[in-house]
């Protein structure tokens, strides 16, 4: 089992920054990729970046690219999704995620979620 629990959300405005963080944990979290996908009302989640645990490789979706930027802190056991440039496009509830794959990109796969955060860009 793993557990996450995001934080960061909130309001902010066009053209800023935001930090989520995701806190994972549970005895197998070391063999997992850890991502983020977001949900707007009336849509499906839409994958918006993945880490590979252990080798650290990145994922981005093509409409965050050169924006965001996912690390991870081992030590800490939490993963980070900076957002710079921010647009209202990006308002969405933002969930971290848990997968065997950092590949996975069909939300009905993926093996954990977290509760999820909201993100609201405002124009």
């Known amino acids: 089992q793993v557990q996450l629990v995001e934080s960061g959300g909130g309001l902010v405005q066009a053209g800023d920054s935001l930090r989520l963080s995701c806190a994972a944990s549970?005895?197998?979290?070391?063999?997992?990729?850890v991502g983020w996908f977001r949900q707007t009302p009336g849509k499906e989640r839409d994958f918006v970046a993945a880490i590979a645990w252990s080798g650290g490789s990145t994922y981005y979706a093509d409409s965050v690219k050169g924006r965001f930027t996912i690390s991870r802190d081992r030590a800490k056991n939490t993963v980070y999704l900076q957002m710079n440039s921010l647009k209202p496009e990006d308002t969405a509830v933002y969930y971290c995620?848990?997968?065997?794959?950092?590949?996975?990109?069909?939300?009905?796969?993926?093996?954990?979620w977290g509760q999820g955060t909201q993100v609201t860009v405002s124009s």
């Open positions: 995620t848990a997968d065997r794959s950092p590949l996975t990109r069909d939300p009905s796969l993926i093996d954990y």
């Open positions: 549970g005895r197998t979290v070391s063999t997992y990729a």
